[in-house]
């Protein structure tokens, strides 16, 4: 087994640990209902009910991370990080893991259906779908999935697009279908990142995962351009033709456009001179410069999106 040094104690209690809370901020996607229907009139209900999607996408999330680590326990053991989570180091014990997994998944959605709960029942079960879809297709990745090349990355980014959709489902507005072709292009862009990083850490040590072995590093350095290239160009397209529901252009929108390259350039150059592609979701809260990047670009699309 290869070693590395022993990681920081967290401070979190072993079950929330489990869940990887750093990587709840890939649901924030959620909030992209509100943020791109900004000229329609949201109330204090819209946003209490984003607010609970999210938090329930948290813990979703959370549990079937929990189901992830149980499949791959064995595996995760013989890993030179992963062997300190909570369940692979048995500070999480199986049987608890299996416990909270098997009573709070059905609980969760449950509540999800209670959430969109209105009387006239029209649109009442679009955000539990999305919630079901989520579970499902994230249990697909977790048992099939995640065994095959290219296939494991898309269906990742599939989860984000779900994500965006479940934001819009939950106070029933429409989403722009170029918005959420932007989300599957950026998450794909995200998760080829993250299997180039992983590569990268692994140097010349085998892979305890047999899909690493599938992909090499000039593939996905290819992928990643077109991938890189694909998202900015429908980025742009979509802030040129983006129109309100009344049908009215939103030309301002291009303002946002300096802040996805910069989003981008700065994503790639912390992958390829600092080494942190291998965690995603660490970087995109960590880093200050990206964080402040991305605060920018959701003040200034909100600005534009209300001219």
């Known amino acids: 087994m290869s070693t590395s040094p022993l990681p920081v104690p967290s401070r979190l209690p072993a079950w929330l640990e489990a869940m990887r809370p750093k990587q709840w901020a890939k649901n924030a996607l959620l909030f992209a209902g509100l943020l791109f229907t900004q000229d329609q009139y949201h109330t204090l209900n819209h946003w209490v009910k984003t607010l609970a999607g999210f938090l329930l996408f948290c813990l979703l999330s959370g549990l079937t991370y929990y189901i992830n680590d149980l499949l791959d326990v064995s595996a995760d053991r013989q890993h030179p990080k992963k062997r300190f989570r909570p369940i692979p180091s048995g500070r999480l014990p199986v049987g608890v893991a299996k416990l909270l997994a098997g009573l709070g998944i059905p609980a969760l959605l449950v509540a999800a259906r209670l959430i969109e709960y209105d009387q006239s029942g029209v649109a009442a079960w679009k955000f ?3 919630a079901a879809l989520y579970l499902v297709t994230t249990l697909l990745y977790s048992f099939v999935l995640k065994h095959h090349v290219i296939v494991d990355v898309l269906t990742l980014a599939s989860l984000f697009v779900i994500r965006a959709v479940a934001g819009a489902f939950v106070i029933n507005v429409p989403l722009s279908e170029w918005l959420l072709l932007c ?3 950026l998450a794909l862009f995200l998760g080829l990142s993250k299997r180039r990083g992983e590569l990268v850490a692994l140097g010349a040590a085998t892979p305890t995962r047999a899909i690493l072995k599938e992909y090499s590093l000039p593939m996905l350095e290819q992928m990643i351009t077109i991938v890189a290239s694909a998202c900015v160009m ?7 033709f983006s129109k309100s529901q009344t049908g009215q252009s939103r030309p301002y929108l291009m303002a946002t456009i300096p802040f996805v390259l910069y989003g981008l350039f700065r994503y790639l150059y912390l992958t390829h001179k ?3 592609g291998e965690a995603p979701e660490a970087v995109l809260v960590e880093d200050k410069p ?18």
């Open 128 to 130: 539990f779908g999305a």
């Open 183 to 185: 989300t599957l292009l």
């Open 234 to 240: 429908s980025y742009t397209l979509y802030t040129f």
């Open 274 to 276: 600092k080494g942190m």
């Open 290 to 307: 990206l964080v402040i990047n991305v605060l920018l670009w959701a003040l200034v699309a909100t600005i534009v999106l209300r001219v």
